[in-house]
């Protein structure tokens, strides 16, 4: 079975994680097949180790019906053949490409503007063409077919050992260690400020457009005594999942897409039952 993972998210890694979560969840569930990753060029090096393929998306291309047919995409997508597609959030880039023959199309949609699953004049949104529309995060539509736990890039029996990170860092037994996290926007890591004492904690700083940071993070943040993030899907859901969350000292970054204080404030409780990822290779599976 040949499955395409589909997103044109470009601020942060976040959609990188979506992807590399699937592929690891289907991994786990005994797949065997064909999966890639397709998405724009993006700046973070850990996306070759996964087979992320980039290609050029023009918004005004693949959103115009007579030119959609001849873009980059619609090559890579007809080369490649799948058999399941799975559109991470960005249904615009796909809606004059499907269906795609021989090919069943699911839509993965976190929390976004109530009129995401509507588009506008220039790019009205179709659900017909989805088999699913599936919920990875607390949120309602009409639209939607399924919800599922938020996806996770690992689950706790990945995670690496408590010391592991202090190993890592060399960081001495009689020292703190906090670590400033970050994937998203360029430039916003120094915007995410720590309280800590320097004299007896070390401060790690981990981007992600450094090819040395470690990837995936989340699975080396249990080892920390306190972690500084934004409040993005990954980081969030990351925390709450893996057991760090009260560890964890979020800042809310405005994005037009994605609201991170909702997230701090609506989520504050909400406790996963199950790794979406692993909910999701099983539907996957199932067929």
């Known amino acids: 079975m040949r499955i395409a993972h589909f997103t ?22 005994g797949f065997s097949g064909d999966f890639r990753i397709f998405g724009p060029p993006i700046d973070f090096p850990a996306a070759e180790r996964f087979g992320y393929q980039p290609v050029p998306i ?10 959609a ?17 799975v559109v991470d959030m960005f249904w615009a880039p796909v809606m004059y ?5 021989g090919c069943v199309h699911w839509l993965l949609v976190r929390k976004a503007p109530d009129n995401w699953l509507e ?6 949104f179709d659900p017909s063409p989805y088999a699913r529309i599936i919920a990875f995060e607390p949120a309602e539509h009409p639209h939607l077919t399924d919800h599922i736990e938020p996806v996770v890039i690992c689950n706790p029996d990945e995670c690496r050992p408590p010391d592991a990170l ?8 009689d020292k703190r260690l906090a670590v400033v996290t970050h994937a998203g926007a360029a430039g916003e ?6 309280d800590e004492d320097v004299e007896d904690t070390v401060v790690a700083r981990f981007d992600l457009r450094d090819a040395a940071a470690p990837f995936p993070a989340a699975e080396w943040l249990g080892g920390a005594d306190r972690i500084y993030s934004a409040a993005g899907y ?15 000292r979020f800042t809310a970054f405005g994005r037009r897409i994605d609201d991170q204080q909702w997230r701090l404030d609506a989520c504050a409780d909400y406790v996963p039952a199950d790794n979406g990822a692993d909910q999701l290779a099983r539907m996957i599976l199932a067929g």
């Open 97 to 101: 490409l499907l269906p795609l023959p």
């Open 58 to 67: 023009d918004p005004l291309q693949v959103t115009n019906p007579f030119e």
């Open 119 to 124: 588009g506008n004049e220039y790019a009205p």
């Open 69 to 85: 047919p001849d873009t980059e995409l619609a090559r890579v997508l007809a080369d490649f053949a799948p058999e399941l597609l």
């Open 189 to 194: 890591l120094a915007d995410l400020q720590t």
């Open 8 to 29: 044109a998210g470009t601020v942060g890694a976040g959609h990188l994680a979506h992807g590399v979560a699937v592929q690891r969840g289907l991994a786990r569930a």
């Open 234 to 248: 990954n980081s969030f859901w990351e925390a709450k999942t893996l057991g760090y969350y009260d560890r964890t």
């Open 166 to 173: 202090r190993t890592l860092l060399a960081v001495p037994d």
